[in-house]
């Protein structure tokens, strides 16, 4: 049962995620500098949507970050640093899977907030974590995240900083989470997104019609209901919806999951164009923190303008490319975003101008003499590899390159000043 368990939860995931065999290019990179100046910050990397952390079964079977080339994480401690891999909701919130972060930072239970828990019909406590690894918030840390997890990464952040007004007026006194009363900031050295959804995705502008994508989705929401249903199975992959209740009925589990994802308090909502607006509304670059932006492009353009993916991409991110690819005539979104010829090149699940910054903040291009706080450096775009392939992939010795672009990232971070 146990070795059946493995493979049904490795085979789903691998839907859930698109991954496929493919070759990637090496890139190059040097050994660690040793020098007295050195950033040796804790990086925590953080996973995006239907990913997993240390501390689940399944990441021992099949890391996040690393698939089948190996642990990333493993990799960068192995090299010296300091790497831990953080666990979060699969499928939840921005605002849920950031609190979720400081309670496993903290080896706390999830608070969610009274105010947003009431907002949104659910629980105010979630699950309980052990400490993830780093002495935090004693000490700094810098944040990896890869897709959502970029998102989520940013609004924790800004909550570290100035935490929340709406929870300090609903909450009784002696019962607010640290996290919403604006005094852990200064605790954050860096910021790295990693072909995150900044600005939301047109993957979800309007519904797809192929059975890849449907994989996909269904994928998703059918591990999320074994985490219910199926006693252990949150052991591997654990959906974390606690706070909108349990059961092992079936009828039950699925007005749940179809509830939720109708709802503006999950990834589905925020990783639209508009919901990512709305989020976005509420976070600012803070002047102390370093942020980075990685973003991808695996498409070509055709003759007739539209952008079309390369023959090396992932055949189950496909038809997501091709859709946000396809020439149209420029629309405006409901709140208020121009979708044009500019939102067409991508990684096959993420726009690319969405991955570079944020379209409200201020952004520079990366200039390795000159990097600033306060403001996005905007790294050169990474060509040819899509957005499985630039966390490792599922060819049987993972993508090529992967685990030298982790450690020249995290020796460009160890270069920060302190």
Known sequence: MKNLLQKVVVCLVTLSLGIAALAYPVSATQSIRDTPEKNCAPIVLVHGLGGWGEGTKLYDIVPYWGAMGGDIKAYLNKQGYEAYAASLSPIASTWDRACELYAHLTGTRTDYGEAHAKAHGHERYGPEYDTLGPDWPAESIHLVGHSYGGATIRLFAQLCAEGSVDERKATPTGELSPLFNGTLGGNIVSITAVSSPLNGTTAMLEPVKGVEVDIIEISLYTLAAMDDLIPGFGEYYPARLQQFGSSTNVSDVARKLVEFSQSVDSAQHDLSV??????????????????????????????????????AVTPLLLESSLLMGQKREPMTTSGGTVIDKRWMPNDGLVNTISAQYPFEEPYKDYDAKNVETGVWQVMPIVKDWDHIAIVGGMRPDGASGVMEFYLALAQMLERLPQ
């Open 274 to 311: 508009d919901g990512a607006k709305e989020v976005n509304r509420g976070i600012h670059c803070q002047p102390d923190i370093f942020y980075f932006s990685y973003a991808s492009d695996t498409t070509r353009e055709t003759v007739w303008g539209s952008h079309v993916p390369k023959a």
